[in-house]
């Protein structure tokens, strides 16, 4: 959605910068109706910026079907990281945005036909579409 919700910002900003505090953040900003990863809004970057010492914790979910409440899902947990490390991993590779780094995180968590928009990588360099072309 193009619309900001100033309110919600500052008590996130409010929560991270509270020791012990933790916050959900939905990147693609709804649910894909397709059950693969949806492009993220802008902005996520925004959360490690406005908190201090922000760890992030990518989280996947599995479904059997588009239909996660009635369907078994799984939980997938992949390894935490910080912003420092994005920024070092952007800084190697600036034609990739930090959203994107942080989003091949989680794609990298689930199945390839599940990673939708993010079913690309960026290794060395250069950008590798799986699925159609390669790009250097």
Known sequence: SDEFNRKS???????????????GVAP????????????????????FRIGNNVLALPLATEHSSIVPLATKSR???????????????????PQISVTELMMERIADL??????GYYNIKWKNNFIWQLKYTVFY
């Open 9 to 23: 910002v500052l008590k996130a900003r409010d929560l991270l910068r509270t020791p012990g505090k933790a916050i």
């Open 28 to 47: 693609e900003g709804t649910r894909s109706k397709s059950n693969e990863l949806l492009q993220a809004e802008n902005g996520l970057e925004l959360f």
């Open 75 to 93: 939980l997938i947990v992949g390894k935490a990281f910080t912003y420092d490390e994005i920024k070092n991993e952007h800084e190697e590779n």
């Open 110 to 115: 689930l199945p390839k036909k599940n990673r």
